[in-house]
């Protein structure tokens, strides 16, 4: 029995169906969307929250997708940019891919009437353009002469700090300016001083009340902080905390958005479905 034709197309739930013959191929709808997210800094470190900053996605045929910065949007991020398969990315918009690795994109942030191009993209490029999969993007702002991935005016903060005849070279990322363990590209990304040995991003374990550890950290304001916890120092998972100061009946939270700059005390919630913890650290975003 030949198969059934009809001389129209048939559109049956909104999939387009094609006749088949012994010849034919599948017509597939384009596959799912792909994420691109992550945090926009401007040139001291600290995330962009102003309401008209925008991150824009532009390919190299003018198309371009728009995605406006929302601080806080989740911790650690400000800003999402959902790429479709069929956006125009490519030249056949039905290609397994959204962004093909050759395919010519670049990033920009508008603020106001003004618009930046990125001095540093920090991310995972292994999995961009896949459907259905993310890529964790973030965008420094800001001028880079020396392309070490440290703004310019941050590096000459630190050189009017030392008192020293310093260049812009001198300050590299994975040096340690101020020798307390940290380095300079951590200093920055926590958003303290890397002149300062005093002011370095540490937790500390102040005591215990109750069998409850009790932790504190300096937080800066804009920064995201997640509590990690570990029992071998090898695999660490993000651990729900209480703050104390917030009283006795204080939710659980999972994260902490500073609003200003102050020494913060968690308490980290232990037992039921939390791992176990011997360890802890904090991760500022």
């Known amino acids: 029995m030949k198969p059934f034709c009809d001389s129209k197309p048939a559109i049956i739930l909104a ?3 094609a006749c088949l013959t012994a010849t034919s191929i599948f017509a597939f709808p384009p596959a799912p969307h792909h994420l691109i997210y992550g945090l926009v800094r401007d040139e001291f470190g600290n995330p962009i929250s ?4 925008q991150v824009i996605l532009e390919t190299a045929t003018g198309v371009q997708i ?3 910065v929302v601080p806080d949007l989740e911790p650690g991020v400000n800003y999402k940019l959902t790429v479709p398969i069929d956006g125009g990315l490519t030249a056949d918009a039905y290609k397994p891919t959204a962004l093909k690795p050759l395919v010519s994109f670049r990033i920009k942030v508008k603020i106001d009437e003004t618009t930046y191009l990125p ?3 920090v991310a995972d490029f292994s999995k961009l353009g896949k459907p259905a999969q993310k890529t964790r993007l973030n965008l420094t702002l800001g001028e880079d002469s020396d392309g070490d991935g440290l703004p310019d005016a941050w590096e000459r903060l630190l050189i009017a700090a030392s008192g020293q005849n310093l260049t812009l070279q001198d300050i590299r990322p994975g040096d ?4 307390d363990g940290i380095s300079n590209l951590n200093e920055y990304l926590a958003g303290t001083y890397a002149f300062d040995p005093q002011d370095g991003f540490r937790l500390d374990i102040i005591g215990v009340q109750e069998g409850k550890p009790q932790l504190e950290f300096i937080v800066i304001q804009g920064r995201t902080y997640t509590l990690l916890a570990s029992a071998d120092l090898k695999t660490w998972t993000p651990i729900e905390f209480r703050i104390p100061a917030d009283g006795p009946a204080a939710a659980s939270q999972a994260s902490y958005r500073a609003t200003d700059v102050h020494v913060l005390r968690v308490e980290p919630v232990l037992g039921g ?3 176990a913890a011997n360890y802890f650290k904090i991760q500022a975003q």
């Not at 340690?176 to 020798?179: E, I, Y």
């Open 273 to 275: 479905a939390q791992p």
């Open 50 to 53: 102003s309401p008209t900053a």
């Open 15 to 17: 999939a387009v169906l």
């Open 119 to 121: 001095i540093e993209m």
């Open 66 to 68: 728009i995605s406006k």
């Open 176 to 179: 340690d300016f101020d020798g």
